[in-house]
């Protein structure tokens, strides 16, 4: 009797595990529905020091980007077909090269400095453009389809050297956060690369991202991001990078009940050294990007 007794305790504790074990993992994927509307604002702020030729310059720049992803098919293993468009955006700087202006592309006023009509050129030819863009319940992004005649526009109006598909796609892509495809315990990573095409040459981002349990203040996941940069130029380029030093890290507030980011926090430090027509730039680079989900 006492052996049978032992043998059930046994099994009982075996299952009392299992279950302790199987509620400890979280089960991270965007959730969408059909006819759904998100909305999303990304900020990116950012603080230059540079010195060229033994003068110090310094630039601030921010950036808001207002972004609207509209559901149109979720398909039987939760890939997803949406619509994205970009709404508002609005930068202001100050210092450096190009000096201080603002723009605003709900403002109907014409803007005034050089800079700011070439930006209004580009981003009226953009805003409230629908991509198509697939993406994987991971987050992945599995396709990105720029209009045809926005492509054209954009390369008729001069505005290649500054957005053309390939950088519209990029930003589609950045969007999302990716998660990992198996349910995670608390502590546990998965990594995450991305590839940046810039003018001069690549800039390759290879993220690890770990689940930190859930705040229980909020409910919602909790999850760490430590990035590594590196930069390779392009041969054949009159402007040659180098990444020196490069550190920083985020986190993102994922809400694994109704499959989205409620918000996401990178703040990023690099040290850079810039070859071009033989003379010498060093710059140091603080960023710090936020994507938040509007109510």
Excluded: H
């Amino acid at each position: 009797m006492r052996l049978r007794l032992c043998s059930f305790l046994a099994v009982l504790g075996v299952c009392v595990l299992s279950t302790v074990s199987a509620q400890a993992q979280e089960k991270l994927s965007w959730k969408f529905t059909a006819g759904e509307s998100l909305k999303y604002v990304v900020t990116q702020s950012t603080d230059m020091q540079m010195s060229v030729a033994g003068q110090k310059q310094s630039l601030t720049m921010s950036q808001t980007m207002d972004m609207s992803w509209k559901i149109q098919d979720v398909a039987s293993n939760g890939d997803v077909v949406m619509n994205q468009a970009i709404e508002r955006v609005q930068v202001s700087s100050d210092g450096g090269l190009i000096g201080g202006f603002k723009y605003d592309s709900n403002d109907s006023a014409p803007p005034e400095s050089a800079i700011a009509k070439t930006m209004a050129d580009v981003f009226s030819k953009i805003i409230n453009e629908n991509f198509a863009v697939t993406m994987k319940p991971t987050g992945q992004i599995a396709s990105v389809d720029v209009p045809e005649p926005l492509v054209k526009a954009l390369a008729s109006g001069g505005g290649t050297s500054v957005m053309n598909e390939e950088t519209l796609k990029q930003i589609m892509t950045q969007s999302a956060v990716t998660l990992p495809e198996k349910p995670v315990k608390k502590g546990e990573s998965w990594e995450n690369t991305q590839n940046v095409d810039l003018q001069f040459g690549v800039m390759t981002i290879s993220s690890v991202l770990t689940y930190t349990g859930n705040d229980p203040s909020t409910g919602l996941a909790q999850i760490t991001m430590k990035p590594t940069i590196s930069i390779k130029s392009k041969e054949g380029q009159p402007q040659q990078v180098t990444l020196k030093k490069s550190e920083g890290g985020g986190k993102v507030a994922f809400d694994a009940a109704t499959g989205r980011i409620a918000r996401s926090d990178m703040d990023l430090t690099m040290e850079i050294s810039i070859r071009q027509f033989g003379q010498q730039v060093e710059q140091t680079v603080k960023q710090k990007t936020s994507m938040v989900l509007n109510p």
